[in-house]
């Protein structure tokens, strides 16, 4: 299996693959659309999505619905919604979503039920994680930590297993974790 990597929106638009056998890396400094891969279905190994610093949303993965290594989202200056995630049902491996300082909520991922792992960190302007509330299983760590603006972990009221450490630090709005009763 061989990785693909897409470094340029010039690459992004000329990508016509709907299924990827490796894992898929999309990093550029001019990637800003990723409506030209929306015929993507799915990525057997990781994808990973990383400093595309001009980036706003992933709209163009909105057919996207499994991912069987690790899905990160990392390092995206102007990333401001994961909507196109919307119908995602499957990662086989970590779910990452850190450093991403526009990002305001983690709608789109209402489709996943459960995860390997789940990291949600660093992302200074998240205040909701609402989506994730279908979660009900984490395979390994839940960590959620560092996100200055999030006044609520409601999102995670469905849980009712983590099968590693549970870490939730450093927020400085959050005065609760009463939806962790499950």
């Known amino acids: 299996m061989e990785n693909t990597k897409l470094r ?5 638009n000329a990508f016509a693959e709907t299924s990827i056998e490796g894992s898929l890396i999309i990093q550029g400094s ?14 057997d ?12 949303s992933l709209s163009g993965l909105s057919n996207l619905t499994s991912v069987g ?11 401001t919604n994961i909507e196109g995630l919307s119908n995602l049902t499957s990662v086989g491996g970590e779910l990452r979503i850190e450093n991403n300082p526009a990002l ?17 960190q660093l992302n200074a302007a998240l205040i909701n994680i609402e989506d994730l509330s279908n979660i009900t299983f984490v395979g390994g760590n839940l960590w959620i930590w560092n996100c ?9 009221s469905n849980l009712t297993s983590v099968n590693g450490e549970l870490f939730i630090q450093y927020h400085v709005t959050l005065t609760s974790i009463n939806e962790l009763s499950n």
């Open 148 to 156: 200055d603006a999030l006044p609520n972990i409601n999102g995670l």
């Open 69 to 79: 290594g690790n899905l990160e989202i990392l390092y995206n200056d102007s990333l």
């Open 104 to 120: 305001t909520n983690l709608d789109g991922l209402s489709s996943l039920t459960s995860v390997r792992a789940l990291g949600v």
């Open 45 to 56: 190994g990781d994808l990973n999505i990383r400093d595309n610093v001009s980036l706003k």
């Open 8 to 12: 340029t929106q010039a690459e992004v």
């Open 30 to 43: 001019d990637i800003d659309d990723l409506e030209p891969i929306s015929a993507l279905t799915s990525v």
